[in-house]
């Protein structure tokens, strides 16, 4: 498994190709242990003053750069964290997403195509596998919900202490199975054994989490 | 025992302790365990605050300082975790006792309800609700049939007369004579009023809805018109007020105290006195406009233009927090019988406990009215909108004493079109003036009662205004189209 550091390099080595550049340029990173790791693996070739990427290093370094582009993805769609610390948290957050979790982090997102900034997310295994069907949800505001799906609360995210209070009078609390009847003109939902009504705004508090 | 169970369902970590050091600071002496007295604290139960603060005196600034303690372990407010906490037990008990089969076909009571949801099919459905419930039964029946039989068989035959010779008999002085069973007396005006032309519309009207609302209906109502009555300022949850309205508007705006904020009770009341027809008044327009279906069209289209408009400026101007729209739907049901008799009987002796003082109030100012000569000072002066919205001023009458007593204002009108004095555009003109014009002095006294003096004039002008320039409009408007209804 590569040091964190070293998929940092390998992210920076893949944007420079994306931009039309074949190398790195060493500066800074001249004395990285890390790069010593790259070129130990036969995943770089380095001269004078660059670095570049080999045949064999390629499809790590495509993986960062999608991990780290999902994680901004989750962060900012899913985790709604503020703009300004997004690229701080979503470094540190694309080194866990390896064994799998990249897929399905992908999955739940409906398999994007470019992040936050309008760069694109290269493609993974799960994304030509599913590509016909529907992006499988797993929490949502109830407002993105199709009729008839059905799930559990996840949490509430009501504007005010008010709409929280009448959310919590009619037994919308985490955890209670929840399924979406009617769409239009209001919304009605199924909540444990009973039913209500409520409109777009706090149909649009409650998040659930999706079961099939 | 009751301490066992309520201590056994324990809170998560930081907030048991809390919840132990409230206890330990409650010193005095309340009703109900120290621990739901703790528990209301922490939930920031305004009543319980009071109360505490009240009883402990010096010992409240510490019970606040631990509560503030409480709720600075979490990001939300205490009340969602202890209710998630005890959701949780809740579905845990459950979960031991109880078994739910999913069946894989919809019972045909849900079919119905999902249908009486669709808002395509919706629409018609409450056609014919509002067909055979409110026009053949409370209008045919109620109105007709049984204000008929009780006016005419009843109190013209027998208590009247009856009533008038007791009190001629041993009252001495002819004024109070009048006052008790003259033209306009409490007794042969108020009383009768009340007993035989309000109580078999309201009656009939009550029953019917009381049929209505124990189906379950009247929520799969609301939910259908939310996005609409968001429209105006109000929520789904008024079209109960609303829709009571068309029986009897005094007791809809009695109603409106259902309503959840001040900003929709007051648009509530304001359409109710403006826009809302009651039964009474749906029979004069009945009455006016039965042979003339265009113009019934052209004063329905008014009425639901008023409406709309009314009630989109008044949710502009108002000021106050925006309607949400939460209501259970529950299963659709049969009604039983002796609910419905007993609801309807129910809500008979409300509705007379509060609006009869109004009917004998209504009688002393119409006697009055009339000895102290305010009456035809007040017909003269009506005259002027009158002739303004293109009427005689023989109709200037019937308005000012519609307001007083439906039934007359009805006649006077109806009077003046068997005379011919009356063109066709002329009675949609006033049909129209008449809907928004304040329905009855019942209903302007309710409004003071519920809304306070100052918003229930203030509502009063408006609509005395407001109805006038409407009835002007249409008037114009007919004239300048060059429309013969």
Redesign the interface.
């Known amino acids: 498994m590569l040091s964190e550091r070293a998929e940092e390099i390998l992210e920076a080595l893949w944007i420079q190709i994306e931009e039309g550049k074949k190398s790195l340029d060493l500066g800074a990173i001249r004395d990285d242990p890390a790069v010593e790791e790259l070129l130990k693996l036969g995943l770089i070739r380095r001269d004078a003053g660059h670095i570049h990427l080999l045949e064999k290093g390629k499809s790590h370094a495509l993986g960062c750069c999608r991990r780290h582009r999902l994680a901004e993805r989750l962060l900012t769609d899913v985790f709604e964290v503020k703009k300004q610390v997004i690229d701080e948290v979503s470094c540190k957050f694309e080194h866990l997403l390896h064994e799998g979790l990249e897929d399905k982090v992908c999955t739940i997102l409906g398999h994007p195509k470019v992040c936050p900034h309008g760069k694109p997310i290269p493609a993974g295994k799960c994304c030509s596998e599913k590509k016909q069907k529907k992006p499988i949800k797993v929490v949502s505001a109830l407002t993105e919900l199709e009729t008839k799906d059905k799930g559990q609360i996840a949490f509430l995210q009501a504007r005010d202490k008010a709409c929280m209070h009448k959310l919590m009078s009619i037994g919308v609390l985490p955890g209670m199975s929840i399924s979406l009847l009617q769409k239009f003109p209001s919304y009605v939902i199924s909540l444990g054994q009973s039913q209500f009504a409520i409109d777009k705004e706090l149909a649009s508090s409650i998040y659930v989490r999706l079961t099939k | 025992m009751l301490r066992d169970i309520a201590k056994s369902i324990g809170y998560d970590d930081p907030l048991e302790p809390y919840l132990s050091k409230l206890e330990a600071l409650l010193s005095a002496d309340y009703i109900i365990l120290k621990r739901s007295v703790a528990l209301l604290l922490l939930q920031e139960d305004k009543e319980i605050l009071q109360e505490v603060r009240n009883k402990e005196g010096e010992g409240f600034d510490e019970i606040l300082n631990i509560i503030e303690q409480a709720q600075k372990h979490y990001s939300q407010?205490l009340?969602?975790i202890i209710?998630?906490r005890r959701?949780?037990e809740a579905?845990r008990i459950a979960k031991t006792v109880m078994v739910?089969k999913e069946s894989a076909k919809l019972p045909l009571k849900e079919r119905l309800?999902?249908t009486m949801?669709n808002?395509f099919i919706g629409g018609p459905i409450l056609l014919i609700i509002l067909y055979y419930g409110l026009y053949k039964f409370v209008g045919t029946f109620g109105a007709g049939v049984l204000v008929d039989f009780i006016e005419d068989r009843i109190f013209i035959k027998h208590i009247n007369p009856f009533m008038t010779n007791l009190v001629n008999n041993f009252v001495p002085l002819k004024i109070l004579q009048d006052l008790l069973v003259g033209e306009y007396g409490i007794i042969t005006l108020g009383v009768r009023y009340a007993f035989a032309i309000i109580l078999p519309i309201v009656a009939t009207f009550f029953f019917a809805f009381a049929i209505v609302e124990d189906t379950g209906y009247l929520?799969?109502l609301?939910?259908?018109?939310?996005?609409?009555f968001?429209k105006i300022g109000l929520?789904?949850r008024a079209v109960i007020p609303l829709v009571l309205g068309l029986g009897c508007d005094t007791m809809a705006t009695m109603v409106t105290r259902t309503l959840p904020t001040k900003r929709e009770r007051i648009i509530a009341t304001l359409l109710l006195a403006l826009a809302i027809p009651c039964s009474a008044q749906m029979g004069v327009i009945l009455a006016l406009l039965g042979d003339n279906p265009f113009g019934l069209i052209v004063w329905l289209a008014v009425i639901i233009g008023v409406f709309m408009l009314v009630g989109y400026l008044a949710s502009k101007i108002m000021p106050g927090?925006l309607p949400?729209?939460?209501?259970?739907?529950?299963?659709l049901r049969l009604p039983q019988i002796s609910n419905i008799f007993r609801k309807t009987a129910t809500r008979l002796k409300w509705y007379f406990w509060e609006v009869l003082p109004l009917f004998i109030l209504a009688s002393v100012m119409i006697w009055l009215g009339q000895i102290t000569g305010v009456f035809s000072f007040l017909v003269r002066i009506l005259e002027y909108p009158i002739r303004w919205i293109g009427l005689p001023s023989e109709a200037s009458v019937a308005f000012l004493f519609g307001f007083f007593r439906r039934d007359y204002g009805a006649a006077g009108l109806y009077d003046l079109k068997k005379a011919g004095l009356l063109s066709a555009n002329q009675i949609v003109v006033a049909c129209v003036t008449l809907t928004l014009f304040l329905p009855c002095i019942a209903q302007l006294l309710m409004n003071i009662k519920e809304r306070g003096i100052r918003l229930g004039m203030a509502m009063s002008v408006f609509i005395l205004i407001f109805s006038f320039s409407i009835g002007y409009l249409v008037n114009l408007a007919l004239t300048l189209l060059k429309v013969q209804l």
């Open positions: 407010s009340s969602y209710s998630v959701q949780r579905s739910f309800s999902r949801m808002p929520p799969r609301a939910m259908l018109v939310d996005q609409l968001k929520s789904g927090e949400t729209f939460y209501m259970e739907i529950p299963p």
